[in-house]
């Protein structure tokens, strides 16, 4: 088992920045692909990011490219999502997951509130 815990999340200005830290216990974090998700009020949960868990590859989704970075820390169990340039229609609950060897993730956080206002 893996316990996710995010944080960070919160208000922030359109073009502002925020940091959401997604801290694990349980089982060997650095084995773990580490992903970022979120979902909107009334929209599907959608990709956001991930990244492997030797830390070197990385995938963004589209609208994300050049805007958020996902860094992970080994040593402290924790991965970011380090967000810029933030838009209102970031607005979302931004979830954490793990998975370890199957395309399909297996722990999720419990989720934290980014608010964009305009």
């Known amino acids: 088992q893996v316990q996710l815990v995010e944080s960070g999340g919160g208000l922030v200005q359109a073009g502002g920045s925020l940091r959401l830290s997604c801290a694990a216990s349980?089982?060997?974090?650095?084995?773990?692909?580490m992903a970022w998700f979120r979902k909107a009020p009334g929209k599907e949960r959608e990709f956001v990011s991930n990244?492997?868990?030797?830390?070197?590859?990385?995938d963004y989704a589209d609208s994300e490219k050049g805007r958020f970075t996902i860094p992970r820390d080994n040593a402290k169990d924790t991965v970011y999502l380090q967000m810029n340039s933030l838009k209102p229609e970031d607005k979302a609950v931004y979830y954490c997951?793990?998975?370890?060897?199957?395309?399909?993730?297996?722990?999720w956080g419990q989720g934290t509130q980014v608010t964009v206002s305009s």
């Open positions: 990244i492997k868990s030797t830390g070197r590859n990385t």
């Open positions: 349980g089982r060997t974090f650095k084995s773990y692909t």
């Open positions: 997951a793990a998975r370890l060897t199957t395309t399909l993730y297996d722990y």
